[in-house]
């Protein structure tokens, strides 16, 4: 958009009018003819910039068909196998004019590599290209949980790619270090500058040490770094953190690496707000809450996002539909057209209050930040599990403040009276469902493609891939030929699997109950007596199935269900329910609690209850919690599930008493 010219009868000469933001949408599902035309929609609505979301299986390195994909293609992204399903993503979108967001981790290079690809099919210069990939691991391993590799391999990824961009794709983010997760997992407005700003040194420390960039080009590298950004309701504090995160940027650059230019030196971002704080309760409130967390990264021109996504309304229901979408980009584009924002300067600055907090938070970050170097950085943090067990408390602690009413949540702990909303009256329950054919039209696809290429050039593909991975050359390079070869995503990861091997983060969740449980004592004194009536304590395992990587559910159950005197087997994220029903039968366990946020509910617990009952272990009673809408939990609990829990059930000890209720309900039932 041209910078226009805008003037009033009392300043006919103002200011040239600030251009907005990118506007997006976070979008994909289903397959890649219908993301397809979803973009295309959304293109055509004024959307100016597109930001994909891939299904889990792409995001963890697995082909549609892999075991651990089972229920989880198209439920929370597009499923990309191959360079088929890229050409169809992108059909009749000119890349080479597009600025494209991908949201991939641990697959960022290979679906980076796709991207190129096609564009070059397209007849496009891929140093025309502009688009992001995120590419931040550190918060996979904390918050996320798509990660594949260990830290070294995943940071050396990084490094590629950074590097190959700066040369090859000058125009691209090559990556988006990304706080936004960080927040969500319960990062404090500290956590989640400090821990980002400690990912991005990292990342800035691996690229130097590399030598794949000269001393020369170096700071200039460091200007195409950015960052991916989350803001909360706490509207004042999460702009005066924006504020903060640009003035600590500079600050890094500029004493840490020498960066004497300024442009190079711009904090430069990215933001969805936040979802965490979206609720199942009284979802139409969410609109408000969406508003004013965008208000946070635009009010202030010097923190002011470069690219904003909003969620919708209802993604604590289930999947937004295209009409939900559209009323989230209405909402950017009411502020950046209609309201006069966008003709001034910075109106915070010389704030007395705002200089207060920010020189707070930078202060508090700071030494955070001294923290984390005095462990080695952020990798070594990372690998003693010292920043997930710090987001594990910080979450604890957020989520009892809104059980015991000190944070209030309209709708939720406070005016919670309500008259039913038309909102979700309709016959589609107010969300998008994608269709249970998804899955098995795309592994038919996939299968086709298979049987279409030239296996001899995948296979030398696959060997230059490896030893690329093997002798340490830039790995991006063999992936575009891999991605031309035909290659799939399953076997670009499982090619580096083979070199690299995988990775299991700590959890966060330590097996000593806490100095200070949050569990009333009448709690504690039932648990104590159910494990009286039993002859030994209640064992429960809190089992993560599928491949979806949102831990906090699973890592507050585990927390509470420790220090209210259960004993807890917590083994982390990405099981199949194989793994959960021997883990069950091996540790002797009084009932399986299911966290599963990705939609795949359905298909997964009816497993875990089928194998269970397959191993004669069908009286172990198994619950479910997540993002589940009611007419799949009335479907849940006709399959054998003892009870379903969604974001409205945030009381941890009525979930906890529950428990105890149901396995002793289950011991006593006649075999």
């Known amino acids: 958009m041209s910078r226009e010219t805008t003037g009033t009868p009392d300043s006919p000469t103002a200011a ?36 994909v979301a891939f299904d889990l299986p792409t995001q963890t390195g697995y082909d549609s068909d892999h075991v651990l994909a089972k229920g989880e293609v198209g439920k929370v992204g597009v499923p990309i196998c191959h360079l088929g399903d890229m050409r169809t993503l992108f059909d009749q979108i000119p890349l080479e004019k597009m600025n494209t967001s991908m949201t991939i981790n ?84 500290v956590q989640e500058l400090s821990f980002a700003l400690a990912t991005a040194i990292s990342v800035l420390d691996a690229v130097k040490e590399s030598g794949q960039i000269s001393a020369e080009d170096f700071p200039a590298a460091t200007g195409r770094i950015s960052f991916f950004v989350n803001a909360g309701i706490r509207f004042i504090t999460e702009m005066c953190k924006m504020r903060a995160f640009v003035d600590l940027w500079d600050e890094i650059l500029k004493d840490r690496y020498g960066v004497e230019n300024e442009k190079f030196r ?48 209802n993604e604590a229901l289930g999947l937004p539909r295209p009409w939900d979408q559209q009323w989230s980009l209405r909402l950017q584009q009411i502020v950046a057209f209609e309201t006069d924002l966008l003709e001034y300067g910075d109106i915070f600055d010389g704030s007395v209050e705002i ?46 403040s809104v059980i015991s009413g000190e944070m209030t949540v309209v709708g939720v702990n406070k005016f919670t009276e309500s008259t039913p909303s038309p909102l979700t009256q309709a016959g589609d329950g107010g969300i998008m ?29 696959l060997k230059a891939l490896k030893e690329a991975a093997v002798s340490g050359k830039n790995i991006m390079p063999p992936s575009i030929e891999a991605a ?25 969740v330590s097996s000593a109950p806490s100095n200070n449980p949050r569990s009333s004592e009448q709690l504690r004194d039932k648990v104590a007596e159910a494990g009286r009536k039993l002859g030994r304590p209640v064992k429960v395992l809190v089992g993560k199935p599928g ?67 397959e191993a004669g272990l069908d009286d172990i009673p198994v619950v479910v919690g997540g993002i589940i809408p009611s007419d799949d939990a009335e479907a849940l609990l006709k399959k054998g599930i003892s009870a379903v829990y969604t974001p409205k059930d945030f009381e941890m000890e009525g979930i906890m008493s529950d428990m105890v209720d149901i396995v002793l309900r289950s011991e006593s039932e006649p075999a």
């Open 433 to 461: 469902t994608v269709d249970p054919k998804a899955e098995a039209e795309q592994i038919e696809r996939l299968n086709a493609w298979r049987a279409s290429r030239d296996q001899k050039a995948v296979d030398a593909a």
């Open 266 to 313: 711009r904090f430069r971002y990215g933001v969805q707000v936040n979802s965490l704080g979206l609720t199942e309760q009284q979802p139409e409130n969410n609109v408000y809450r969406i508003l004013l967390e965008m208000l946070a990264v635009t009010l202030s021109k010097k923190a002011r996002a470069r690219a904003v996504q909003l969620p919708a309304w």
């Open 106 to 189: 641990a697959t960022s290079a290979w679906l980076l590599a796709l991207y190129i690809a096609v564009a070059e099919e397209q007849g496009a210069d891929r140093k025309a290209l502009q688009g992001t990939v995120q590419n931040d691991i550190i918060k996979e391993y904390l918050s996320r949980g798509t990660y594949i590799f260990p830290p070294a391999p995943s940071m050396r990824l990084i490094t590629d790619v950074v590097s190959f961009t700066y040369k090859e794709v000058p125009k691209w983010n090559p990556t988006n270090v990304c706080s936004y997760h960080l927040q969500e997992a319960g990062a404090t407005p």
């Open 355 to 400: 200089d207060r907090k920010v020189e707070e938070l930078k202060a508090a970050a700071r030494d955070e930040l001294a923290q984390i170097e005095k462990m080695g950085g952020a990798v070594a943090a990372v690998e003693t599990g010292y920043l997930k067990e710090a987001l594990v408390h910080s979450n604890t602690d957020r989520v009892q």
């Open 16 to 51: 040239p009018k600030d251009r907005p933001w990118l506007f997006r949408t976070y979008s994909g599902h289903s397959s890649a003819k219908a993301s397809n035309e979803l973009y295309r929609t959304n293109l055509g609505k004024g959307q100016t910039g597109l930001s």
């Open 484 to 508: 031309k070869a035909g290659v799939t995503t399953g076997e670009w990861s499982e090619a580096l699997r083979t070199v690299y091997g995988e990775y299991r983060a700590p959890t966060g």
């Open 547 to 613: 491949l979806d990587g949102h831990s906090n559910g699973a890592e507050q159950i585990a927390v509470s269900a420790r220090d209210c005197g259960m004993d807890v087997v917590y083994e982390g994220i990405r099981l199949t329910p194989e793994q959960i029903v021997n883990s069950a039968k091996d540790q002797s366990v009084h009932m399986i609690g299911l966290s599963i946020l990705s939609g795949s509910h359905l298909s997964l617990a009816e497993d875990v209850v089928k194998r269970l009952k």
